[in-house]
């Protein structure tokens, strides 16, 4: 079991900046790729941003790539999202997720993904 606790959320205004932080625990993080997703109010969970294990493949969504970056410290078992220019259409709940390395996953698709945080919630003010 992994166990994922999101922080650094919040009430942000349009064109500021957010750093959300994941901190693991259970089993060793670094044996895990890892992945933001983010879900507004009355739409589906959408993928945000892969990290693999080592931090050698990185991938974002289309309407992050160039505000967001991911990030992940394997010795403090974290995996981060900054996020600039943030736009209110950025306001959602943040999730981190953990996925197990295995061949033929697709790193974009939420099932993929085996443990999941509770979420923090980013809102961004017009």
């Known amino acids: 079991q992994v166990q994922l606790v999101e922080s650094g959320g919040g009430l942000v205004q349009a064109g500021g900046s957010l750093r959300l932080s994941c901190a693991a625990s259970g089993r060793t993080f670094n044996d895990y790729h890892m992945a933001w997703f983010r879900q507004a109010p009355g739409k589906e969970r959408e993928f945000v941003a892969h990290?693999?294990?080592?931090?050698?493949?990185?991938y974002y969504a289309d309407n992050v790539k160039g505000r967001g970056t991911i990030s992940r410290d394997n010795a403090k078992n974290t995996v981060y999202l900054q996020m600039n220019s943030l736009i209110p259409e950025d306001t959602a709940v943040y999730y981190c997720?953990?996925?197990?390395?295995?061949?033929?996953?697709?790193?974009?698709?939420?099932?993929?993904?085996?443990?999941w945080g509770q979420g923090t919630q980013v809102t961004v003010s017009s």
């Open positions: 997720a953990a996925m197990r390395p295995r061949f033929g996953r697709t790193p974009m698709l939420d099932r993929e993904y085996d443990y």
């Open positions: 990290i693999s294990w080592s931090g050698d493949r990185i």
